[in-house]
């Protein structure tokens, strides 16, 4: 990456970023699939929507991972936490729907 054309290299990192962020899209799409079908099986046993121990450990988890990958931890932690939330929307709306 030294003597090549600064747009070219712009041109071709953000090829990356574009796969990159397809990647991530279809990951978080497969994770709301699994956390509907949580939700799902929680509103149907009357189970809480959210399980705060299971977060701590989660969270622990995650900034160990992001150490190790470098990247920061307290956005690991920021990410989680919102991506939770939305989670716990989804559960808090199933629960509210009829269920056998
Ligand atoms: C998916 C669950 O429900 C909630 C959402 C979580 C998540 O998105 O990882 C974790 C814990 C719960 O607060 C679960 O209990 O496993």
């Given at each position: 990456?030294?003597?090549?054309?600064?747009?070219?290299?712009?041109?071709?990192l953000?090829?990356?970023?574009?796969n990159?962020?397809?990647?991530?899209?279809?990951?978080?799409?497969?994770?709301?699939?699994?956390?509907?079908?949580?939700?799902?099986?929680?509103?149907?046993?009357?189970?809480?929507?959210?399980?705060?121990?299971?977060e701590?450990?989660?969270?622990a988890?995650?900034?160990?991972?992001?150490?190790?990958?470098?990247?920061?931890?307290?956005?690991?932690?920021?990410?989680?936490?919102?991506?939770?939330?939305?989670?716990?929307r989804?559960h808090r709306?199933?629960?509210?729907?009829?269920?056998?």
């Open positions: 990456m030294t003597d090549a054309d600064p747009s070219t290299i712009l041109q071709g953000r090829g990356s970023i574009d990159i962020d397809a990647a991530l899209i279809f990951l978080l799409a497969e994770r709301f699939r699994c956390t509907k079908q949580v939700g799902v099986l929680k509103a149907k046993h009357g189970m809480p929507a959210s399980d705060p121990a299971r701590e450990q989660q969270i988890r995650l900034m160990r991972l992001a150490e190790d990958a470098d990247l920061d931890p307290a956005f690991a932690e920021k990410w989680f936490n919102f991506v939770v939330a939305e989670v716990i989804h709306t199933a629960a509210a729907q009829p269920h056998d």
